[in-house]
């Protein structure tokens, strides 16, 4: 499980940016660096019964991901994937594009 912004910097790249969710095969978010609050809701199948409903904070705007399969979008616009799955290796990873998950109140 990966947050969108951990390994964004590496010393051994220092121009890059996303270095680690890149290598992953994930798509960087999108626009400026402006932190705020999404909220979210799971999408039922592999992972999730039911629709439940969750906040995060996170940097930018989420990205489609390629090849991949959507477990939670935006409540706003539910094209905009916030945690997402795919195979990678010999298991698979998921993202969680926040740079946390808000705890329940």
Known sequence: MIL???GRKCVELPDE????IKKYG???PIGNDIYYYKKGITVPGDIFN???P??????????????S????????NKNVPLISIKPFWKGKDIIIMADYIVPPR
Do not use: N
Not at 54 to 67: C, L
Not at 69 to 76: F, G, N, P, R
């Open 26 to 28: 994930f798509t960087p």
């Open 17 to 20: 940016d996303w270095v680690l």
């Open 69 to 76: 399969k959507t477990l939670a979008v935006e409540v706003a």
């Open 54 to 67: 969750f906040e995060v904070y996170s940097i930018g705007k989420a990205a489609p991901q390629k090849d």
């Open 50 to 52: 039911e629709e439940k």
């Open 4 to 6: 969108e912004s951990t």
